[in-house]
């Protein structure tokens, strides 16, 4: 079977575009688009108006951080930047530690890291106002613990500019539900970051605040969308972060940058002031989860996040509590497991590490079943592709025609702006709706018939190379099935390239053979040393048991590590 993109698109739009001119990576809509914008002043204006905003709170957060270590001088921050979060917070609690020193020491340390990275568009500095009366919070579970937010995540008067300059100079009335629910729990939001522009991809740049690289290796891309993210907590300068993850946002950046991510099932979390491109798209449900270092971070926000101010903040959201002793639980599981999707074949670093986990877990006595994902091609390219993309790409595409397209969108862009891309009719939506519910039905009776707990699965990675995204939609199987089931999913790193991986990458075929299976070794070529991880999905609204499998997974590669030092 032919693959999506070229041979997809033109029958879709009843266009004979030769794979010739599809393949002309940032093609005419983008050069179009470029002179339009170049004549732009105002479009100028905006633009550098939202950089000089970043950059004069990057002078105030130098200052402040300044000012304190002449108050304080045996101030350290390395002492307090490299504590665990569960570290960190007994260390709050107890009055160890106080919190503008924890403020101040994260502050130092992301404009550290964003000086190579480039993964910040803006410190909060509100955050030095919270201090003053911090100490009303101290029974929050996050109290005195600062964090780090997505650009999408509305802050109060700071613009949600999803990388698209027709968002810019809009601040927010108010915050989100999410900023409220952790500010109430003692979090203090201090740094907002990148994302690519639109949001719609997993890379991490746009024209107003460029492009953000990976902490492991500055010739990389640390993914995306939450990929400021993933580069601000893999190097170093935030211990806990909020993102969204629409085909893999949060757990790409995760697999990429060597932390840990979870992807809830939709609406377990509020949404409400999360900005997005594609509003009113339902057909592919989009979550906001957290990004740390280790397990016990995300589901300490979990915890954090589920309770009763954020019931009653968004009724919306149903009233499920943390469940606390499901994640504790450590009966054995019955866990599915694959390699390969049968539609992305696994770079040989990220099989390897399924494989090992596999290993490891029945070692540990839980029952390992095979499982193979069902109808890929046709949940990928049928239901999540054209759900995402049933307006024909108009609503985002109304976002980017106003500004300049980014290097990072090269391949998309020529998809998203020709005219009848996919556009469905609200009969044909509806069907579409209908099949997803069917498609949906038929996984879990698959769950059912293996009586499987969870699913251990690869994730897309190591970290690519530049300006191969935007080309690579179609890799987006590994991640993208389980916002379309709406199933909870989070990332585990296991372990690192080797020499051996990258060796093997020359054999590497793929399940098609086609140019894009050519073009995944070129983007992940070049990647010893970076980090590897593993996926781990469960049933709906079980998301204290994809955690808990997620926990077991860290203790076992972490036991693993030791025992062969030894
Ligand atoms: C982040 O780093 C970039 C590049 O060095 C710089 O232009 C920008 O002002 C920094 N932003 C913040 C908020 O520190
Ligand atoms: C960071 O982004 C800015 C655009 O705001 C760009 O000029 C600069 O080169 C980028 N820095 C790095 C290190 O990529």
Not at 243 to 248: A, E, F, L, V
């Amino acid at each position: 079977m032919g693959r999506f993109h070229l041979q997809q698109l033109t029958v879709d739009m009843n266009i004979n575009w030769t794979p010739v001119i599809a393949a002309t990576v940032c093609g005419t809509g983008a050069l179009y688009l470029f002179s339009k914008w170049r004549n732009n002043q105002k479009i100028q204006k905006k633009i550098l108006n939202a950089r000089k905003r970043r950059d004069n709170s990057l002078q105030q957060a130098e200052l402040a951080v300044q000012q304190f270590k002449i108050q304080n001088p045996d101030f350290k921050s390395s002492s307090i930047v490299s504590l665990s979060l569960p570290e960190l917070t007994g260390k709050l609690k107890d009055g160890s530690l106080q919190p503008d020193a924890v403020l101040y020491a994260f502050m130092e340390k992301a404009l550290e890291v964003n000086k190579t990275l480039n993964c910040s568009t803006e410190i909060i500095m509100e955050s030095v106002a919270q201090l003053k009366d911090i100490s009303t919070q101290k029974k929050g579970l996050l109290y005195g613990v600062p964090i780090s937010i997505k650009d999408n995540v509305a802050y109060e008067s700071h613009d949600t500019s999803c990388g698209v300059v027709s968002k810019l100079d809009q601040p927010a009335l108010m915050d989100s539900v999410m900023v409220t629910v952790l500010k109430k729990q003692g979090a203090i939001p201090f740094i907002r970051t990148n994302i690519p522009q639109g949001l719609l991809n997993y890379d991490c740049g746009n024209p107003i605040f460029g492009q953000t690289l990976n902490p492991y290796n500055l010739q990389k891309t640390p993914g995306g969308s939450s990929g400021g993210e993933g580069a601000l907590i893999g190097g170093g300068g935030s211990i806990l972060g909020i993102g969204t993850d629409i085909g893999g946002s949060v757990r790409i950046p995760a697999s990429f940058c060597g932390i840990c991510a979870f992807k809830p099932t939709s609406k377990r979390l509020s949404l409400q002031g999360i900005s997005s491109c594609v509003r009113g798209q339902k057909s592919v449900l989009s979550s906001a989860g957290p990004l740390g270092r280790d397990v016990e971070s995300v589901a300490l926000c979990m915890q954090a996040l589920l309770c009763q101010d954020m019931f009653s903040l968004d009724p919306t959201v149903p009233p499920i509590p943390f469940n606390q002793e499901v994640y504790e639980s450590s009966e054995p599981l019955r866990i599915g497991y694959y390699e390969n999707d049968g539609y992305l074949q696994s770079s040989p670093s990220m099989a390897r590490a399924v494989r090992e986990t596999k290993d490891l877990l029945e070692k540990a006595g839980h029952t390992l079943v095979p499982f193979q994902p069902l109808q890929l091609y046709h949940s990928f390219h049928e239901l999540a592709i054209k759900g995402i993309y049933s307006d024909g790409g108009r609503t985002l595409f109304c976002h980017l025609k106003e500004g300049p397209i980014d290097p990072c969108l090269c391949g998309q862009d020529t998809v998203i702006g020709t005219p009848g891309f996919i556009k469905k009719s609200v009969e044909e939506l509806w069907r579409l709706h209908e099949n997803i519910e069917l498609y949906i039905q038929e996984v879990i009776a698959e769950w059912r018939r293996l009586n499987v707990d969870v699913l251990l699965c690869p994730i897309l990675g190591p970290a690519y190379n530049f300006r191969y995204c935007g080309k690579l939609g179609s890799v987006l199987s590994n991640t993208g099935l389980y916002n379309l089931l709406n199933f909870p999913a989070g990332v585990v790193p296991v372990s690192t390239v080797t020499e051996e991986d990258e060796a093997q990458l020359s054999h590497y075929k793929g399940v098609h053979g086609d140019v894009w299976d050519k073009l995944f070794v070129k983007a992940v070529k070049g990647g010893v040393g970076l980090p590897v991880a593993v996926q781990c999905v469960s049933l709906p609204w079980q998301d204290e048991m994809c955690l808990r499998f997620m926990r077991e997974v860290e203790q076992l590669t972490a036991k693993n590590k030791l025992a062969r030092k030894h």
